[in-house]
């Protein structure tokens, strides 16, 4: 093994004393791509031969029929849409809380360190505590019981184990916008304020300048980061398995359950959700680059 | 450009090869192990490690392992035990992908393992031996327990050695409950008289009140013995189904979601938004009382129809990379010695696997003296009402058949 890593290095010394600067940037782009996509392809082509059967625990050689399974499942697709819907919401109430967060923290060191804190505080552990706040026996069902609001557990309304998924959805979005916040901190700080400053001596008025100018600016700067945050989220399984319901199952918690299914035939299923989870994010990446590149587009022309 | 594709080749191959790691032998496996005088086993074990993939969701166990077993292997046979993480179904998946990849010598030496994932391990040939016979202590195995002897219905075959036991049991608090239901029949008339505050979990306890509830309703377990039957396998499904159907609308949320798992479970009995909770060990309440994490007053319940009791076993993988220190652990685990501590209350409550007649007198009275305990149930009614498992594809069909029906609340 030290001789082969040897004879790489070696190979690897040769190949750069030949090269010019230029083309040494390119390459040394091309390795890191490699080493970053290399995991993810391999993943994605061991999932694929799982998903037809032909690896895994399980296996039968090739064979269609786990793929059918799970495509012609409405218990999928009910995930799906649920996923998608708890991802989503929690992601425009997190876009909405970093973009004002941003906006009236501009100039407060304390604050925006405040608005970070949820960053440092692990899925498990905002799980937990969101069942302990929001549960029908939390911490705001007690308080509501000691003011005589409520008289038992289940007169305090359904947050958790609950259908709208209202506890997840608001743990999901308490940790996904400090995230956010930090992207959006950044894009005001290092060109917010001249712009702003700008429009105003041009003569808009404050609500115009932040309607026409921070806003879109706000936005451009962070879409990418909130694509990011809702796949994240799409993927999210700690959460998912403390504050769900038991139907419809988010697609990590139900993907999951195939890959320990007890019967082992169903487990290449779970390579298959995954596949699919993975698809459709993949085609929102795509969908935002298309509208960035749209936007640069009319921007050009009007410009 | 070919120049650096081939580069990344050469990077991508030195990569690799880092991962195969440098070449080893192959250890000797468990089955020719097995053959040789137990002093020679117990001489190759020393000064080794055996790696121990185990359940680790369980404090009390983790503290019996780590802080009794342990120190005493490392003492007495000079075998140093790291116990991790991994338990049922990722140990199957684990050692398909360990034997996909071409990996003679695996990670794990020993697993905590029964019923399905012994069955599955089986079904894709991932267990060594048989070894189990062959150990020392083997000879004190309460044998004639068709509990003990038999996994899920399935002959051990020596692929695995019987470590504990445990039963179900419901738990209640009996302050809050001071009349509990001893029965299904009455369990349901309770359900009905008190909308809720009955639910069951959507893992293998829940699956296994489930299952105790179908040995009632095809009349008792020897109606499913001897191996999986459709008929009435459907013939049973459907009765339970009914029987949940019909009290569901006064479960906990109208049964329109279920907990997670026990944990949760305990969690909402234990802040008093259900009555009962449940556990497949019948002395898990005692333990969790003292803990705090159920209240004082909470106490174990047995169903006269009877309630599934069960063995969990030791299994060494096809691949072990020290599968002389792993028999020397199971060996250790089976000893009077460690099989006492175990039992008792204070340490884990689990159930022996030995039989007391086979023992010297001093260790018999040892054992009979942990009965006296006031906060287990009491041994005999153990007895009396302990059901074997069945076949494994009873749990896997029930399991299946519950989610993508009463789960999802259609037909």
Same mark, same amino acid.
């Given at each position: 093994?030290?001789?082969?890593?040897?004879?790489?290095?070696?190979?690897?010394?040769?190949?750069?004393?030949?090269?010019?600067?230029?083309?040494?940037?390119?390459?040394?782009?091309?390795?890191?791509?490699?080493?970053?996509?290399?995991?993810?392809?391999?993943?994605?082509?061991?999932?694929?031969?799982?998903?037809?059967?032909?690896?895994?625990?399980?296996?039968?050689?090739?064979?269609?029929?786990?793929?059918?399974?799970?495509?012609?499942?409405?218990?999928?697709?009910?995930?799906?849409?649920?996923?998608?819907?708890?991802?989503?919401?929690?992601?425009?109430?997190?876009?909405?809380?970093?973009?004002?967060?941003?906006?009236?923290?501009?100039?407060?060191?304390?604050?925006?360190?405040?608005?970070?804190?949820?960053?440092?505080?692990?899925?498990?552990?905002?799980?937990?505590?969101?069942?302990?706040?929001?549960?029908?026996?939390?911490?705001?069902?007690?308080?509501?019981?000691?003011?005589?609001?409520?008289?038992?557990?289940?007169?305090?309304?359904?947050?958790?184990?609950?259908?709208?998924?209202?506890?997840?959805?608001?743990?999901?979005?308490?940790?996904?916008?400090?995230?956010?916040?930090?992207?959006?901190?950044?894009?005001?700080?290092?060109?917010?304020?001249?712009?702003?400053?700008?429009?105003?001596?041009?003569?808009?008025?404050?609500?115009?300048?932040?309607?026409?100018?921070?806003?879109?600016?706000?936005?451009?700067?962070?879409?990418?980061?909130?694509?990011?945050?809702?796949?994240?989220?799409?993927?999210?399984?700690?959460?998912?398995?403390?504050?769900?319901?038991?139907?419809?199952?988010?697609?990590?918690?139900?993907?999951?359950?195939?890959?320990?299914?007890?019967?082992?035939?169903?487990?290449?299923?779970?390579?298959?959700?995954?596949?699919?989870?993975?698809?459709?994010?993949?085609?929102?990446?795509?969908?935002?680059?298309?509208?960035?590149?749209?936007?640069?587009?009319?921007?050009?022309?009007?410009? | 450009?070919?120049?650096?594709?081939?580069?990344?080749?050469?990077?991508?191959?030195?990569?690799?090869?880092?991962?195969?790691?440098?070449?080893?032998?192959?250890?000797?496996?468990?089955?020719?192990?097995?053959?040789?005088?137990?002093?020679?086993?117990?001489?190759?074990?020393?000064?080794?490690?055996?790696?121990?993939?185990?359940?680790?969701?369980?404090?009390?166990?983790?503290?019996?392992?780590?802080?009794?077993?342990?120190?005493?292997?490392?003492?007495?046979?000079?075998?140093?035990?790291?116990?991790?993480?991994? /338990?049922?179904?990722?140990?199957?998946?684990?050692?398909?992908?360990?034997?996909?990849?071409?990996?003679?010598?695996?990670?794990?030496?020993?697993?905590?393992?029964?019923?399905?994932?012994?069955?599955?391990?089986?079904?894709?040939?991932?267990?060594?031996?048989?070894?189990?016979?062959?150990?020392?202590?083997?000879?004190?195995?309460?044998?004639?327990?068709?509990?003990?002897?038999?996994?899920?219905?399935?002959?051990?075959?020596?692929?695995?050695?019987?470590?504990?036991?445990?039963?179900?049991?419901?738990?209640?608090?009996?302050?809050?409950?001071?009349?509990?239901?001893?029965?299904?029949?009455?369990?349901?008339?309770?359900?009905?008289?008190?909308?809720?505050?009955?639910?069951?979990?959507?893992?293998?306890?829940?699956?296994?009140?489930?299952?105790?509830?179908?040995?009632?309703?095809?009349?008792?377990?020897?109606?499913? /013995?001897?191996?999986?039957?459709?008929?009435?396998?459907?013939?049973?499904?459907?009765?339970?189904?009914?029987?949940?159907?019909?009290?569901?609308?006064?479960?906990?949320?109208?049964?329109?979601?279920?907990?997670?798992?026990?944990?949760?479970?305990?969690?909402?009995?234990?802040?008093?938004?259900?009555?009962?909770?449940?556990?497949?060990?019948?002395?898990?309440?005692?333990?969790?009382?003292?803990?705090?994490?159920?209240?004082?007053?909470?106490?174990?319940?047995?169903?006269?129809?009877?309630?599934?009791?069960?063995?969990?076993?030791?299994?060494?993988?096809?691949?072990?990379?020290?599968?002389?220190?792993?028999?020397?652990?199971?060996?250790?685990?089976?000893?009077?010695?460690? /099989?006492? /501590?175990?039992?008792?209350?204070?340490?884990?409550?689990?159930?022996?696997?030995?039989?007391?007649?086979?023992?010297?007198?001093?260790?018999?009275?040892?054992?009979?003296?942990?009965?006296?305990?006031?906060?287990?149930?009491?041994?005999?009614?153990?007895?009396?009402?302990?059901?074997?498992?069945?076949?494994?594809?009873?749990?896997?069909?029930?399991?299946?058949?519950?989610?993508?029906?009463?789960?999802?609340?259609?037909?």
């Amino acid at each position: 093994m030290n001789a082969c890593l040897r004879t790489g290095a070696a190979r690897f010394d040769a190949g750069r004393r030949e090269r010019d600067a230029v083309r040494h940037r390119s390459s040394a782009g091309y390795v890191a791509v490699t080493l970053v996509s290399a995991p993810v392809v391999a993943g994605t082509l061991y999932s694929l031969a799982a998903a037809f059967g032909l690896v895994g625990a399980g296996s039968t050689g090739w064979d269609a029929s786990r793929i059918m399974r799970v495509i012609g499942s409405s218990e999928t697709w009910q995930s799906v849409l649920w996923t998608l819907y708890t991802a989503g919401v929690a992601t425009i109430i997190a876009v909405i809380g970093a973009i004002a967060l941003s906006v009236v923290l501009q100039r407060s060191g304390v604050g925006r360190a405040l608005a970070t804190f949820p960053l440092a505080v692990p899925y498990v552990a905002a799980g937990l505590a969101a069942l302990l706040l929001l549960g029908q026996s939390g911490f705001f069902s007690r308080v509501a019981f000691a003011a005589g609001a409520v008289h038992d557990p289940a007169g305090f309304p359904e947050l958790v184990y609950d259908r709208p998924g209202i506890a997840l959805i608001l743990a999901f979005a308490w940790k996904e916008f400090p995230f956010l916040a930090l992207t959006a901190f950044a894009v005001l700080d290092t060109r917010g304020a001249e712009l702003a400053d700008t429009a105003r001596t041009l003569g808009a008025s404050a609500a115009a300048t932040f309607r026409r100018v921070t806003l879109p600016l706000l936005w451009r700067g962070i879409a990418p980061a909130t694509i990011a945050g809702f796949a994240y989220l799409v993927g999210q399984y700690e959460l998912a398995v403390l504050l769900a319901p038991s139907a419809p199952q988010p697609l990590s918690v139900i993907t999951y359950e195939r890959a320990s299914d007890p019967d082992l035939s169903r487990r290449g299923e779970a390579h298959v959700l995954g596949l699919l989870a993975m698809t459709l994010c993949g085609a929102l990446v795509v969908v935002h680059g298309r509208s960035l590149r749209n936007a640069d587009a009319r921007g050009g022309a009007s410009a | 450009m070919r120049r650096m594709l081939g580069m990344a080749m050469t990077l991508a191959i030195a990569g690799l090869a880092a991962c195969a790691g440098p070449e080893e032998r192959v250890s000797e496996n468990a089955a020719s192990l097995a053959e040789m005088p137990w002093d020679s086993v117990v001489a190759r074990a020393r000064g080794t490690t055996v790696l121990w993939r185990m359940w680790r969701g369980d404090p009390a166990i983790n503290a019996y392992v780590d802080g009794w077993v342990a120190p005493r292997l490392k003492e007495q046979f000079g075998v140093t035990l790291d116990a991790v993480e991994g /338990q049922g179904p990722e140990l199957v998946n684990a050692l398909v992908t360990e034997r996909e990849a071409g990996a003679d010598r695996g990670a794990a030496s020993l697993m905590w393992i029964n019923g399905e994932t012994f069955a599955q391990l089986r079904r894709e040939r991932l267990l060594a031996g048989p070894w189990a016979a062959r150990l020392p202590n083997a000879q004190y195995i309460d044998s004639a327990s068709v509990i003990i002897a038999r996994d899920f219905e399935q002959d051990p075959a020596g692929l695995e050695s019987p470590w504990g036991t445990v039963q179900f049991a419901l738990i209640y608090d009996s302050a809050r409950t001071p009349n509990p239901p001893r029965s299904f029949d009455e369990l349901a008339a309770w359900i009905d008289a008190h909308p809720g505050r009955f639910t069951h979990d959507q893992g293998f306890t829940g699956i296994t009140l489930l299952k105790m509830l179908m040995y009632a309703k095809v009349g008792g377990v020897e109606q499913l /013995q001897g191996g999986f039957n459709e008929a009435t396998y459907v013939r049973g499904r459907d009765s339970v189904f009914a029987w949940v159907r019909r009290l569901a609308p006064k479960f906990w949320r109208k049964g329109e979601t279920y907990p997670p798992d026990v944990a949760a479970m305990h969690r909402l009995f234990a802040n008093r938004e259900i009555d009962f909770t449940m556990s497949n060990n019948q002395n898990e309440v005692t333990d969790k009382v003292r803990r705090g994490v159920l209240p004082a007053t909470s106490r174990a319940l047995l169903l006269r129809d009877g309630t599934i009791a069960n063995a969990h076993f030791l299994g060494i993988p096809f691949n072990a990379p020290n599968a002389a220190g792993a028999m020397v652990v199971a060996d250790f685990l089976l000893s009077p010695e460690a /099989q006492l /501590q175990k039992a008792r209350p204070d340490v884990w409550a689990d159930g022996t696997v030995l039989d007391r007649a086979k023992l010297p007198a001093t260790w018999r009275a040892r054992f009979d003296a942990l009965d006296a305990d006031a906060g287990a149930l009491p041994a005999d009614s153990l007895r009396r009402y302990a059901r074997p498992e069945v076949d494994p594809m009873y749990h896997e069909r029930m399991f299946a058949d519950w989610r993508s029906t009463i789960r999802r609340g259609t037909p």
